[in-house]
């Protein structure tokens, strides 16, 4: 087990109207892959993140890198570490509004919010995500035919996302263009 988390309620305003969210994840499969596979299928809200993880484990990854979803990526490449055990007792409370759930702003605000001066640091958000998926899957310890299916799962979940990775070159695109012209 790398990493145990408890159940979470949703609230906005007030903690007497908190929810019980039914999405909390725990991922218990033997295999690196079907671990990986599980958690990029079933993670919607990444509550898990602040459970208790292993520090040998944590030490083991990049952290949370500077990009949009890197989070994400850290779950994933616990997961690929080990297994993540969900507490049932709702001892997590998640205020879900827009200036403490960075989901729910919009994209412009999301960069404004990260990078408030626009620069070439925001641009290809979703290359970045993908070399961390990758990164992540050669430093996990693994054996080479789990390595391949990792690395052929990323590649199919990069093909059906790769509407994003083309809207990184026209933004850059779009980016660079605009740096030539306003000098």
Same mark, same amino acid.
């Given at each position: 087990?790398?990493?145990?988390?408890?159940?979470?309620?949703?609230?906005?305003?007030?903690?007497?109207?908190?929810?019980?969210?039914?999405?909390?994840?725990?991922?218990? &499969? #033997?295999?690196?892959? %079907?671990?990986? +596979?599980?958690?990029?299928?079933?993670?919607? !809200?990444?509550?898990? $993140?602040?459970?208790?993880?292993?520090?040998?484990?944590?030490?083991?990854?990049?952290?949370? &890198? #500077?990009?949009?979803? %890197?989070?994400? +990526?850290?779950?994933?490449?616990?997961?690929? !570490?080990?297994?993540? $055990?969900?507490?049932?007792?709702?001892?997590?409370?998640?205020?879900?509004?827009?200036?403490?759930?960075?989901?729910?702003?919009?994209?412009?605000?999301?960069?404004?919010?990260?990078?408030?001066?626009?620069?070439?640091?925001?641009?290809?958000?979703?290359?970045?995500?993908?070399?961390?998926?990758?990164?992540?899957?050669?430093?996990?310890?693994?054996?080479?035919?789990?390595?391949?299916?990792?690395?052929?799962?990323?590649?199919?979940?990069?093909?059906?996302?790769?509407?994003?990775?083309?809207?990184?070159?026209?933004?850059?695109?779009?980016?660079?263009?605009?740096?030539?012209?306003?000098?």
């Amino acid at each position: 087990m790398v990493l145990a988390a408890p159940r979470t309620r949703l609230f906005a305003d007030d903690l007497t109207n908190a929810t019980d969210y039914e999405h909390d994840i725990e991922i218990l &499969d #033997s295999s690196p892959v %079907a671990r990986l +596979v599980r958690l990029t299928s079933n993670l919607r !809200l990444n509550n898990a $993140i602040t459970g208790l993880i292993r520090m040998r484990s944590l030490r083991c990854t990049r952290l949370i &890198d #500077s990009f949009y979803g %890197a989070d994400e +990526v850290l779950m994933g490449h616990l997961a690929m !570490l080990g297994k993540i $055990i969900r507490v049932d007792e709702f001892l997590y409370y998640r205020r879900m509004e827009v200036p403490t759930a960075p989901g729910l702003r919009d994209p412009v605000a999301w960069r404004k919010h990260h990078y408030p001066q626009t620069s070439a640091r925001v641009l290809f958000q979703s290359w970045k995500k993908c070399f961390g998926w990758m990164r992540a899957c050669m430093a996990t310890p693994m054996s080479i035919a789990e390595r391949g299916q990792v690395l052929n799962y990323l590649v199919r979940m990069y093909y059906w996302d790769r509407r994003s990775l083309m809207i990184d070159v026209q933004s850059a695109f779009r980016y660079a263009t605009e740096r030539v012209l306003h000098k």
